[in-house]
């Protein structure tokens, strides 16, 4: 059992709010009577597992224990609080614990002195301070204060409006969601104002401000991505606005200064002199490099990190070839407008200055809905860069109706035993040119591509536990990590390091390699699968409901333990972007996203 401090005594006014009622349950609301203002010791209080609390510090709530808005002008804030699990709790009274919200008993040490309450009954009149009084001007002053007050009050109304305009901005929080896991029926208050230390929710800290708390109310189970940037045109939810702002710690501090010597001495590298064709879909959001040392180019890898540069968010209106720029100087982001063409000749950066090799392709089988795997002679090859479980990708280009070149990477993974042969996973769009164009090709065709590329860097001798999070497609690089290591520890006579993988679709026809996937869970007790479906056909066992979040991974995945565990994901961008808040937020360090 815990003791919380506060005082209780709760209101049935009108106009306060159910943030400002604290959640305060019917039970605790008819003790008004035992716990009034002049009552110093903790409050029993019914509180349920992981719901937050909003704790009254200032004493002069209406609704003790908890917040209701009284100390609006004060100093003083309401200390959110979460519960670890449903239970009675007994919280501070008397506002001098050292452990708030718990009473640790410090209201037993304390004088005997009258309550606010108190004082103010005897007449309604509170007794002047000494400062109060210092402060009164005199009988003769009083016209002459009257009067310029008079003069001066429109001006100050038009300098505090103005004042206002300009301070009240939101604090930007953080640049990218928030992924929370809300409950459905329950309700959250969103903080506005950005300078809540307990994001993404309100604490209190907009005292004083123009900003209130949003209360929303969810309608499923599921993660939220709440806006952390607090610009959002759908509140509290995430829109991408934080890929437009520029890189400040909060809208009031400025960094002019800093930004224009950035320019000055940071250029970005040409990745290449030319345009990259990308399929991209309508409504999906990508996230372009713009510094030009991804390795992932046109898109963003993170190398842009300790720089300047910050990737663009842009999003697809339809599904088409996107022309992304290449060289990284045009005026039209992210879009080639022809600016390659009047820069001298470098050295590509992105792509590796190799030949395209022509490889046989042996077999063509179809696997589902749209998703055919190719098998192909490894040639010269050296095999040992596709098994080193790093999710090593080669490049494969295709020409248009219209003649333009498009390149795509594909990760293949080699069969435990196979040693001339290495196979592709390939998921086929109707506007797909470099998927359309291995969907046609026939045993004895001639494939020619560039690699491999090596992908993941860790210490196979370090990890002992791997978790792999996979999305639609996403799935290909997983199996060169799960067949590569089935590999290692067979020839090291060694057990299958604990590999977990989630693997995400919307239904259940559009899982790749099924069949697969459980034949390796039966038969390797190192292996362990779970399917996510958003959209499933019906309620089974066999697999999980709704879309990757906080919850799953926590459940389904393997805790973080510093080099010891490895987290990797692939999948569409969007998918990525939040695998990627989920893993910091879980504390995950060691980790790759592949593509």
């Not at 990745?271 to 990308?278: C, R, W």
């Not at 990190?305 to 996107?322: H, N, R, V, Y």
């Not at 992105?350 to 046989?360: F, I, L």
């Not at 190719?374 to 990708?393: M, N």
């Amino acid at each position: 059992m815990s003791f919380l401090c506060g005082c209780f005594k709760p209101t049935t006014d009108e106009g306060v709010t159910n943030m400002e009622r604290g959640n305060v349950s019917d039970a605790v609301a008819e003790k008004k009577e035992k716990y009034s203002s002049d009552f110093r010791g903790p409050i029993p209080t019914e509180v349920k597992a992981k719901e937050n609390y909003f704790y009254c510090t200032c004493g002069k709530s209406r609704t003790p224990p908890f917040c209701d808005g009284s100390h609006m002008g004060t100093e003083f804030s309401p200390l959110m609080w979460e519960a670890v699990k449903t239970e009675t709790v007994y919280m501070c009274n008397c506002k001098q614990s050292k452990s708030k919200p718990l009473c640790d008993g410090t209201h037993a040490k304390l004088p005997d002195v009258e309550t606010l309450e108190k004082k103010n009954a005897r007449g309604n009149q509170p007794e002047k301070t000494e400062v109060q009084e210092k402060d009164q001007p005199i009988a003769e002053d009083k016209t002459k204060a009257k009067v310029m007050a008079e003069k001066t009050k429109d001006v100050k109304k038009v300098e505090t409006v103005e004042v206002a305009k300009e301070a009240e901005k939101p604090v930007i929080a953080k640049k990218g969601p928030f992924p929370v896991d809300v409950k459905a029926g329950e309700t959250y208050y969103y903080c506005t104002c950005g300078k809540s230390k307990s994001q993404p929710m309100c604490d209190g800290s907009h005292s004083g401000t123009s900003f209130k708390p949003m209360a929303w109310t969810a309608s499923e189970d599921t993660t939220a991505y709440m806006c952390g940037c607090k610009h959002t045109k759908n509140q509290p939810m995430c829109d991408g606005s934080h890929a437009a702002l520029p890189d400040v710690e909060t809208m009031d501090v400025k960094k002019v200064e800093t930004v224009e010597v950035a320019k000055e001495a940071e250029k970005p590298v040409i990745a290449k002199k030319g345009p990259f064709p990308v399929d991209v879909k309508a409504g999906e959001t990508y996230y372009y490099c713009t510094c030009g040392k991804s390795k992932s180019q046109p898109m963003c890898d993170g190398s842009h990190s300790g720089t300047s540069f910050k990737p663009m968010a842009w999003t697809a209106s339809e599904d088409t070839t996107a022309y992304m720029c290449g060289c990284k100087h045009t005026k039209n982001q992210p879009m080639c407008d022809g600016s390659h063409a009047a820069l001298p000749d470098v050295e590509s950066f992105a792509q590796p200055v190799e030949d395209y090799k022509p490889y046989v392709v042996t077999a063509v089988e179809t696997v589902a809905a749209s998703v055919v795997k190719l098998t192909l002679e490894c040639g010269s090859l050296d095999l040992g860069a596709l098994l080193d479980g790093r999710g090593s990708h080669f490049y494969i280009k295709a020409n248009a109706s219209d003649g333009k070149e498009h390149v795509r990477p594909y990760t293949p993974f080699v069969y435990p035993g196979v040693t001339d042969k290495f196979v592709f996973v390939v998921k086929v769009y109707p506007n797909g040119v470099v998927g359309t164009k291995l969907a046609s090709l026939v045993p004895g065709d001639m494939l020619e591509m560039m690699g491999p590329t090596v992908g993941a860097k860790y210490n196979m001798e370090k990890v002992t536990r791997f978790g792999l999070v996979a999305g639609g497609s996403g799935i290909t690089p997983m199996f060169n990590v799960i067949y590569a290591h089935i590999k290692w520890a067979e020839e090291a006579n060694k057990p299958l390091p604990a590999i977990s993988l989630i693997y995400c679709n919307r239904k259940e026809e559009d899982i790749i390699m099924k069949a697969e996937l459980d034949a390796l869970s039966a038969e390797h007790p190192g292996f362990k699968v779970t399917y996510a479906l958003s959209q499933p056909a019906q309620d089974s066992g066999f697999w999980l409901k709704g879309r990757v979040s906080k919850e799953m991974m926590r459940e389904h995945l393997p805790s973080p333990d510093g080099e010891q565990t490895f987290l990797c994901w692939c999948g569409p961008p969007g998918f990525n972007d939040i695998v990627e808040c989920l893993a910091k937020d879980l504390g995950y360090e060691n980790t790759y996203q592949f593509g």
